[in-house]
């Protein structure tokens, strides 16, 4: 072969569907090889002797050579393009227009050569490391301090490092809202809810020896229920004690609840554990290894480049970009690099690209390709996308999460519609390192998609999100498959409202079943919670059935508000709260419960309203601790008597083995009387390669641990340096804006100039408001209230103390 200069023909055996399989004939065969040029013809395999021809260099100019031979005459057989082993630094995009498309019947695919398993890197290897004082190793950086290159991710021996962070482990947490401040640039007194916080001294006490011009490169990690913000440090008060952000979060801080987690990230002084490390941006990088790394040894990279490949069609102009494949290639080391102002999204890190980008996009298939220690998400099939496919896939050590498909809003031509994408037996697992807000798949306005047979675990949200409106409505997203996933480890008790999957809006034709889902936790001090299947906002028309879901944190099921769904033929066992939860009660049929057996282990059964505008039948209830099994505070037979739960029956449904999660029903079980329908729960996740499957199954993960309690708190609100019309600064306020108000007010202060101001109004919807409210987090000892307060005549005003000890308040007599 070598020396000669004949198009190589070949046969391939290519996957085009699933469980179906074509024999194809290539016209045309191109080699890459990390020792190839890519002036050569790219049709040898190796360079000659002469080295005047033989493999290409590049992807990208295996893509070119393809347009050229395009350019002459139309393809009349479909392409390859052979990839060798060996290491391909990425220095820029990879990039598939129009003119690169293949045909229905003459594709290109770009794949690994056979046996070969070529890597794409758009990393960096540092070395000469140099020890330092207190174990720590530094190396000069010359790109950095010539301001020509930043990192904020780095990789040792294939293990992500950690960014010097303070505290080293959970979070510091809030002290009070800011209230009136000097903004920093100008020196004139503002309000800035999002951008400033107040702390305590202690635990910002290193950020003030850095000088001002490096305090931008302090991260803060801000965490807001189910989303962080991920913010720059423009300046920080030494008597105020007040922490000031160059941007804005998505919410006020502290509009969650009080003691509002955070840590802060990137700078000298927090490098203090083994395994993490810090930039400086005169070049210097320290690092303090691990136990058993050898510096001189040890293999250090970091990202140069953010995305990987893009796919730019233009499906407006009916161009798009098609019936390309790339097969088991392997894409690491993409950074992300925090913006000026930072970021902050409302939710799933909505915001974030993807290390492959496809717009306008057709008959596009991602497989047996790796995407692993990167910044972002994985892939996106965003606008104009139809007929895609990404199968047996490996994603993993992701900044946020694997697949997205479609947009936020609905397009206003239809011809940049997202559907039909299939996302089958994929591993995704080790995301929102970034971002833990992130989704591992994540459906936006896009209907008509199969997510199918993939093993979703170690994220810090929700396992797969379907649906972007939070109301009654238009919804693109109708008619997804969301079938036969294993989803698992989830959570890890650090954000909130979360879900193992997650629905939003209108979705007819919408199903979820068959899928595996288990160990969902969230943080959940203030609000939100960990469910395994949760329809949230709007979410109508979704069947859920023949799922299996166990040990979460709140539920095993929730709905926020919905309608006309069905949870039918479920097993939901061992919810560390309520086992089921119902939030909102609507004008309609919000779901039908049927054929589902719920078993656990003591504690609270049902969350919320379960009597109104939901239909129970045929359930099989169960409390393996022995204690009585109650409906609202009623037996089973008062429930059903006041019209509930026909056919249900509270039993041991006789599972094979629960404690070790074998749920499978001996033959005599009660399930089978009420219609429950056995199905085999072991079917979902991963299958093919004997060694995939096992892939999937390999990994362990740490003991669940969750965060301490946030500190007691000491609210002194005087309004005295406030400005007037702000809100008070370490209270939560609840107005209707309907004439009603709470703001501070420089009238008839009882002492000094400032005073709160509380107006009613009339035809507000519900009469407890306005009202405000502290959380001082007070568990032990004596807690004071003092306040001094004039009132109108004709007021009736009321003063609480409550303490959430379980579905309801508790208001001491």
Not at 48 to 62: F, H, K, N, Q
Not at 178 to 190: M, W, Y
Not at 454 to 468: C, P, R, V
Request: proline content about 6%; glycine content about 10%.
């Amino acid at each position: 072969m070598r020396g000669q200069r004949t198009a190589i023909r070949s046969l391939l055996l290519l996957s085009v569907a699933l469980g179906g399989s074509v024999h194809m004939a290539y016209g045309l065969t191109l080699w890459v090889a990390p020792d190839g040029n890519d002036a050569w013809s790219g049709q040898l395999m190796r360079p000659v002797a002469a080295r005047t021809d033989g493999p290409l260099a590049s992807l990208s100019g295996a893509r070119d050579v393809v347009r050229r031979i395009k350019a002459q005459e139309p393809l009349t057989e479909p392409v390859r393009i052979l990839v060798a082993d060996g290491t391909y630094t990425l220095t820029a995009p990879l990039v598939f227009g129009p003119e690169d498309s293949g045909t229905e019947k003459c594709p290109i695919v770009y794949e690994a050569a056979p046996g070969a398993h070529p890597v794409f890197s758009g990393g960096r290897t540092i070395t000469e490391f140099k020890l330092g004082a207190n174990g720590i190793w530094h190396a000069q950086v010359p790109e950095v301090a010539a301001g020509e290159w930043y990192f904020e991710q780095l990789f040792v021996n294939g293990r992500r490092a950690t960014r010097a962070r303070s505290p080293n482990k959970f979070y510091y947490y809030m002290l009070r809202q800011a209230g009136e401040i000097t903004d920093p640039t100008t020196g004139e007194r503002v309000n800035w809810p999002d951008r400033a916080f107040g702390a305590r001294p202690a635990d910002i006490k290193p950020l003030l020896d850095i000088p001002q011009e490096k305090l931008s490169d302090v991260t803060l990690v801000a965490y807001h229920s189910w989303e962080v913000s991920r913010l720059r440090l423009a300046a920080v008060d030494p008597e105020t004690h007040t922490v000031i952000t160059t941007g804005k979060a998505r919410w006020p801080f502290m509009h969650w609840g009080p003691g509002q987690r955070y840590y802060l990230e990137n700078f000298k002084a927090a490098l203090d554990a083994r395994g993490e490390w810090f930039l400086d941006r005169d070049g210097t990088l320290f690092y303090k290894p691990l136990y058993g790394e050898d510096m001189t040894q040890v293999q250090v990279i970091a990202p140069i480049l953010g995305e990987f490949v893009r796919f730019t069609g233009k499906p407006a102009e009916e161009q798009p970009v098609e019936h390309i494949m790339l097969r088991g290639l392997t894409f690491q080391y993409g950074q992300y690099i925090l913006p000026e102002q930072g970021h902050s999204d409302a939710q799933a890190a909505y915001g974030i690209p993807a290390v492959i980008m496809a717009d306008g996009a057709n008959n596009i298939t991602i497989e047996h390709c790796e995407i692993a220690h990167v910044g972002i998400y994985g892939l996106w099939f965003r606008s104009g996308c139809r007929d895609c496919r990404a199968v047996h896939n490996y994603f993993w050590d992701l900044g946020a999460g694997a697949v997205r498909i479609g947009q936020g809003d609905i397009p206003g031509n239809p011809a940049d519609y997202t559907s039909h994408i299939v996302v089958d037996n994929n591993i995704i697992r080790a995301g929102g390192h970034t971002f833990p807000g992130c989704v591992g798949i994540w459906i936006g306005q896009s209907g008509d998609n199969q997510i199918t047979h993939n093993d979703i675990s170690d994220l810090f949200y929700t396992g797969i999100s379907a649906g972007w409106n939070w109301s009654y409505g238009e919804n693109l997203s109708q008619r997804n498959t969301i079938d036969f996933n294993h989803i698992h480890h989830l959570g890890w008790g650090v954000m909130s409202d979360m879900g193992g999957i997650y629905t939003l809006g209108e979705s007819p034709g919408t199903t979820v079943s068959n899928n595996v889902i288990h160990d969902i936790y969230d943080y959940g001090h203030y609000g939100g919670g960990g469910w395994g299947l949760y329809n949230d906002q709007s979410s109508t028309g979704i069947v859920m059935e023949n799922n299996v879901v166990y040990n979460t944190k709140t539920g095993g099921y929730h709905l926020h508000y919905g309608k006309e769904n069905v949870i039918r033929n479920n097993i939901f066992a061992f919810s560390m709260g309520p086992q089921l939860q119902r939030s909102k009660v609507e004008d309609h049929l919000s779901f039908t419960f049927e054929n589902n057996i719920v078993y656990w282990d003591g504690g609270r059964f049902l969350g919320g309203n379960w009597r109104d505008r939901i239909e129970l039948k045929n359930n099989l209830y169960w409390d393996a601790s022995g204690e009585p099994v109650t409906f609202e505070g009623m037996t089973l037979a008062q429930w059903q008597e006041a019209g509930h739960d026909a056919g249900s029956r509270v039993a041991d449904p006789l599972f094979v083995d629960p404690e070790k999660f074998d749920f499978h029903l001996r033959p005599n079980s009660p399930a089978l009387e009420t219609g429950f329908v056995p199905f085999d729960y072991t079917q979902a996740g991963v299958y093919g390669d004997p060694a995939w499957v096992k892939l999937a199954c390999s990994f362990t993960y740490p003991p669940l641990e969750f965060a301490p309690l946030p500190p007691p708190e000491i609210a002194r609100d005087g309004f005295e340096d406030t400005l007037v019309g702000a809100q008070p600064a370490q209270a939560h306020t609840s107005v209707e804006s309907k004439g009603d108000s709470i703001a501070v007010s420089d009238e008839l202060a009882a002492s000094g100039n400032g005073c709160l101001k509380i107006t009613d109004a009339p035809g507000l919807k519900y009469d407890w408001n306005p009202h405000f409210y502290y959380q001082p987090n007070h568990s032990s000892g004596v807690t004071r209230c003092s306040f001094d307060i004039r009132i109108e005549e004709g007021v009736r005003m009321y003063h609480e103390w409550r303490e959430y000890g379980g579905p309801e308040y508790l208001v001491p007599a």
